[in-house]
């Protein structure tokens, strides 16, 4: 600006001699004297110096309002389409502004227009998927489906619950979208399933492929895995293969049981074979020598009659051993015990015409039951009673009792005599008018259970009471409650193949997987003796928000809570007691954040509680980290606010669950996946130009 003043008052002179006629040159130069001319240099100088700074004042706040408002129209552009700019700009930019706005509105209104017609034409393809994600999620056979690089691209809760149990929680960590299927099952066994399956679509054939592999904690799993062809190309040539499907089945037992079976029989013939040779020498022996004196006659004798003894006493034992097992393998079914009452109240009512009701079930037990044989057995029970004794109504109770479920049916009249209950306990079925000729001994047998009547004398009123066995944990993970209603899956274009080599520098933050996280602290000195009390973590894939796929989990500290910390996040020292340490939950979290890049808002306070805990734990985060704090600057250089709650502000993200680690990991995310296209309209679309420009920012100079 001084430079410019300069030039004019330069160019002013210049016009100004020009015009002179020589008489005035003559004159102007014995008036130009040396010290003269310095002092005009000086007033020149001085009067540029004023003219730069009136002019200065009067533009830079209609420049600084005018990158404010190119600022707000990028954000309007490409971030929060119902953001509208602020009228507190310069006064000749609000004639600006509010045709900007009132673009903005008619865009906003278009583009509900395109979504309305975009949603309407993907329906039908959407209630597909719908269809085709219910009917996954409903079954209970495990499906994993992958692409050709072996990325998980949709999964059941069958298979959380089989790979992911309760008992296995490194295997759960290792289960989402986007990871890989090589962290689950061995990388060698499914590369040959997948060169067998290359094989069959280049011969247009669509067989599967079977194998059995073993899972880290040592079970067998059987997998069946069928290729998924892409499309073919451009030339009609022969589609490749973009991926596959895996249904897994846990063997493990079924293999234990085979061998079991194969050792009985073995150990059966062997000893069968010795007793019969023995047997068979003393029978030749008798008969060879008629002349054998009683004595030797006698001793041959019992040899027979010990061997044969023997011989029965294993058969017997044989027998009922295959009767135990086969009693223990007898399909039982796992669900829930309102829902086999239901069942039995139902048929007692249709074929039996007896009114019964519920006294006290516990809705959230699950059972492991024949639930066919087991309603037939209660329905025999109530027509007896009606028949024999006249009851007019039975009622159900159920409850957890001693590691089993105590199902209870229950009436008022007449008692029992033990003969009576005994006898309807070994008659079969069809007594009653049921189908099957099973007894009510024998049903309770194939569920490993007990049964007996008993009276209750002050209530005066008589019951069954049966013992069956509950579903175990493995069946409690794989209620629905546990997984959303649906598996969370993204669009099966992405069998299309990303190369692995990529340098994860030079790949678009669109293609990368993101793992966005918080913690919450006792303080803010990581160096100082702060610890970690919390930490929530949720997945981004495909530029999809996966709320399904979160971490959480509270940590005991090992040491106090100040009550500043506690009157910030909430979290009290009571919610601390029995919480696992930081070196149970930290290896779980690196698990949950594999393979990805971590994302967090002032990322570097989080991470410096991380690094100071890798002695301790023995981990180490040393995948890629941005902050969203540091992006916020780059997409908004002018805005002097960039916490989380301002940049939500900007962007229209929703606050919730502020200030506990989840709802904070939540809301960062929301708030990244909303910065990605702002980031784009200034150049910067690949992870190592969005680390580039974070290291510009004034924040990135902060130290923890």
Known sequence: MPAIALALVAIACVVLWSDFVPAERDAANDLLTSPRVGLLVFFAVA?????????????????????????????????????????????????VVKAVNDLAGIRSQLMAEHAAAATEAKAQVDEERKRLAALVAE?????????????????????????????????????????????????????????????????????????VTTTRDGRLLRVHAAPVAGAADAAGGMPELSGYVLLLSDVTEDVDADAKRVA????????????????????????????????????????IRDEAVGLSERLHRVTAEVTERLRARWPLEEMRGEDLLTLARRRIERRAGLPTKLEAVDSELWLRVDSFSLAQGLSYVARRLKDEFQVREVRFRLAASGGHAQL?????????????????????????????????????????GEMWYQR????????????????GEHAVLRSRSALPSRPEFYDFDLFRH????????????????????????????PSGGDEIIAIGAVRIVNERLLQGETFESLIDPGRGLPESAVAVHGITPEALRGAPTIDKVLPRFHRFAAESVLVGHNAAFDMRFLQLKEAQTGVR????????????????????????????????????????????????????LRMIPLLAEQGIRTLGEARAASKKTYYARLEY
Not at 66 to 94: D, F, I, K, M, Y
Not at 420 to 439: H, K, V
Not at 660 to 671: I, M, Q, S
């Open 408 to 448: 209870d049916i229950v009436w008022q009249g007449p008692p029992l005599s033990s003969e009576t209950a005994f006898a309807w306990q070994s008659e079969p079925f069809t007594s009653a008018g049921e189908e099957s000729a099973l007894t009510l001994t024998e049903v309770i047998e194939r569920h490993a």
């Open 47 to 95: 009067l540029a110096g004023v003219l730069a700074f009136v002019t200065y004042r009067i533009t830079a706040p209609m420049v600084r309002s005018a990158r404010q408002v190119a600022e707000e129209v990028q954000l309007t552009a490409h971030g929060n389409p119902e953001h509208r700019l602020s009228l507190s700009c310069a006064p000749p930019l609000r004639g």
């Open 264 to 303: 009985l029989f073995q150990g059966l013939v062997e000893t069968t074979r010795a007793a019969l040779a023995n047997i068979r020498a003393a029978i030749e022996n008798l008969t060879e020598h008629p002349e054998m004196d009683a004595a030797r006659r006698a001793r041959f004798g019992t040899i």
């Open 456 to 471: 209750d004398v002050p209530a005066q009123v008589a019951y069954f009471r049966f013992l069956l066995p509950l579903a």
């Open 498 to 525: 990303l190369p692995a080599t990529d340098a994860l520098d030079h790949r678009l933050l669109t293609d990368l997987a993101f793992t966005v996280f918080d913690t919450e602290t006792t303080g803010l000195r």
């Open 139 to 211: 079954l209970d056979q495990s499906v994993l489906v992958c692409n050709r690089d072996g990325r998980v691209l949709l999964y059941n809760a069958a298979t959380k619950a089989l790979l992911g149990g309760a008992e296995n929680g490194a295997a759960s960590d290792l289960i989402g979208l986007g990871r890989s299927v090589f962290g689950i099952i061995d990388r060698a066994v499914i590369m040959h399933a997948v060169e067998a399956m290359e094989q069959q679509t280049a011969r247009s054939t669509r067989e599967s492929t079977h194998f």
């Open 621 to 672: 985060f040393e995948q890629p980290v941005l902050d969203t704090l540091l992006l916020s600057a780059v997409v908004h250089p002018e805005q002097d606010l960039h916490g989380l709650e301002d940049i939500a502000a900007r962007l229209g993200v929703a606050v919730i669950g502020r200030h506990t680690a989840l709802g904070d990991a939540l809301l960062t995310a929301e708030a990244f």
